[in-house]
T-cell receptor, first 108, second 118 residues
């Protein structure tokens, strides 16, 4: 089945800094999503982005499907951005496969 | 409902007892997923339901785990003879339809059922 990798595994930022999180996947996908899991465990949808670029406030994401990767950009980070960021990929006929996550800590 | 609803939110059970976890997906969503997440770990796929098709049970870790979905809506995950290694948060998610590549495939998660086996 499809393999999903994420980097870096851990990231510590000072409040106000920018960051880029990466998701690599091993095969062409029909669905690529980014999630934020807050410190209370709730998984929040950030982007549905099988290809192209989307922006939502301080967050944006780009997926280059032909090169099998997606990037999540966080600008002007805030302490509330802390948590784990997961990407998940779906290949038609298979199940959503989650990456191992990037644990982000934003320090005040 | 407005979102995916799971119950109980927390469950402490004794080793060897059976537990049932319930998931009520978003109204109209035909796809339903169960995942498991141990403390500090990633998400482990358990089982997937799509409409009236046979469920994909390939992620169930042992025959102590089973799940059903009645009437294409509510799902129950049952763990028999619980073991300490079953302690985890069990997450349910739903989507409008898994097939295709349109935004209707966005999956939404419930808040999870935190299971502790003592």
């Amino acid at each position: 089945g499809i393999q999903v990798e994420q980097s870096p595994p851990d990231l510590i930022l000072q409040e106000g800094a920018n960051s880029t999180l990466r998701c690599n996947f091993s095969d062409s996908v029909n669905n690529l999503q980014w999630f934020h899991q807050n410190p209370w465990g709730q998984l929040i949808n950030l982007f549905y982005i099988p290809s192209g670029t989307k922006q939502n406030g301080r967050l944006s994401a780009t997926t280059v499907a032909t090169e099998r990767y997606s990037l999540l950009y966080i600008s002007s980070s805030q302490t509330t951005d802390s948590g784990v960021y997961f990407c998940a990929a779906l290949l038609l006929g298979q199940n959503f496969v989650f990456g191992p996550g990037t644990r982000l800590s934003v320090l005040p | 409902g407005a979102g995916v609803s799971q119950s109980p939110s927390n469950k402490v059970t004794e080793k060897g007892k059976d537990v049932e976890l319930r998931c009520d997906p978003i109204s109209g969503h035909t796809a339903l997923y169960w995942y498991r997440q141990s403390l500090g770990q990633g998400l482990e796929f358990l089982i997937y339901f799509q409409g009236n098709s046979a469920p994909d049970k390939s992620g169930l870790p042992s025959d102590r785990f089973s799940a059903e979905r009645t009437g294409g809506s509510v799902s129950t995950l049952t763990i028999q003879r619980t073991q300490q290694e079953d302690s985890a948060v069990y997450l349910c998610a739903s989507s409008l339809n898994r097939e295709g590549s349109y935004s209707g495939n966005t999956i939404y998660f419930g808040e999870g059922s935190w299971l502790t086996v003592v």
